[in-house]
């Protein structure tokens, strides 16, 4: 059997971080096996769904680079389909024409089975000759006796009295489709083998299972997936952050790291903790995936990040900068500015847990003469003002070869020449070149910017002791 997964998003608002890891799960499950992973919007609930939110997905999903196998399905655009297969249950005796009113529904909830049991409608058993002439939905024949049981793979056997099921309505008396019928005719006829979404979805697997054998139609295989939770223990929610895949774009998190942190939220593979994609695709199966719900922890996607950004090609890193770039209104950065912060990635990329933080680690190349110094900053100039930048300048000027081994090494006769520690010159030359303490060792930066450029800067300091 060739593997067929889909995500299939509500076009309600942004792609939430738990539906994103939804979609890692069954794209790493399609790719793992060589199959499809699909994409559909299920945009039935007209008065909700938008272009926008459906734009939203679609950045979301390439950000995170998870790309899907051919165009992306509208469910809407499937109505006349879901249509058809109602009255095909129709016309098998597994669904009934319901005329019950709103009204009708409300007064039985009222009543002592209405409140404890399933919806009983009136008009399950009236024969076709005595409906009346007036507007109807389309209500599935659930089965009153026995037990439905389903076999699911990370949640293991689960089973309901089949007559916990009300008889769900498939179309309504409008002529448009429920959510419940869509999925179950659009899954069915994209071929789809594997459904692996949330464990909020686990009681919605048994009506659809009532669909499926109505229909006579292969049942796929379910993988229930635990929700995600705050670090309280709570569904997560905007209470404990971002809940936004592009919210975290827009943080500075490279998509590489977020693929690798979300897979780890629920799906382990041994105690692997810091892993590539491509690693993350040749390990993945559904055996790996937790019953219990995984904590958002920010901390650790921290320190995952920071690993990615240390360790990932410098192309990887650079397209993940460029898309930081153009979705933060923090930072104005042009061709040559990108160019510049690429030439100085080797020196920039050391515990640096965020995209911003390797980009603040890189004004120093990006600064222009003269510098402007951060406030809290500027105190730090206070140790070379008084006559040792005067003195250090003409003898760094007089390196012969500039290299970080000799620099420091001047530095250091320098400074035992003063009776300080290296510290006490190193720490406030970083100010002196970049305007902040906020950048890479001052030995590095000299390299980065050349001599020419590193004299100016100290000139530029010294000429105004």
Known sequence: MRVVTRFAPSPTGYLHIGGARTALFNWLFARANGGTFLMRIEDTDIARSTQAATDAIYDGMRWLGLDWDGDAVSQMANRARHAQVAEELLEAGHAYKCF????????????????????????????????????????????????????????????????????????????????????????????????????????NAGRQTLIYRAMNWAIPVFAHIPLIFGEDGKKLSKRHGATGAQEYREMGYLAEAMRNYLARLGWSHGDDELFTTKQAIEWFDLGGINKAPARFDFKKLDNVCKHHIETCDDAVLMDGIKSFVQASDDYNLDATDLE??????????????????????????????????????????????????????????????????????????????????????????????????????????????????????????????
Not at 102 to 114: F, L, M, N, S, V
Not at 122 to 149: C, I, M, T
Not at 370 to 385: I, Q, R, T, Y
């Open 100 to 203: 019950a009113t709103k009204a009708d529904i409300e007064a039985w909830r009222e009543t002592p089975a209405g409140k404890h049991g399933a919806f009983q409608s009136p008009w399950r058993d009236v024969a076709a000759a005595d409906y009346p002439d007036a507007p109807y939905a389309v209500r599935l024949k659930a089965p009153r006796e026995g037990v439905l049981e389903i076999q699911d793979e990370v949640q293991g056997k689960v089973s309901w009295k089949n007559n916990s099921f009300d008889d769900m309505i498939l179309l309504r008396s409008d002529g448009n489709p429920t959510y419940m019928l869509a999925v179950v005719v659009d899954d069915h006829d994209m071929g789809v083998t594997h459904i692996i979404r949330g464990d909020d979805h686990l009681i």
């Open 340 to 465: 510049k912060i690429q030439s100085v990635l080797p020196v920039v990329r050391e515990r640096s847990k965020k995209l911003s933080d390797l980009i603040d680690k890189s004004r120093f190349i990006l600064a222009q003469r003269p510098l402007k110094f951060d406030a809290c900053d500027d105190k730090a100039l206070n140790s070379v003002c008084d006559g040792i930048l005067i003195r250090l300048t003409p003898r760094i000027a007089a390196v012969t070869s500039w290299t970080k081994e000799l620099l420091e090494a001047e530095f250091r006769d320098f400074a035992q020449a003063e009776g300080l520690g290296l510290g006490k010159i190193a720490q406030p030359m970083k100010v002196v070149l970049s305007g902040t303490t906020k950048s890479p060792s001052t030995f590095d930066m000299m390299v980065a910017l050349g001599r020419d450029e590193t004299l100016a800067r100290m000139e530029d300091v010294a000429a105004n002791v």
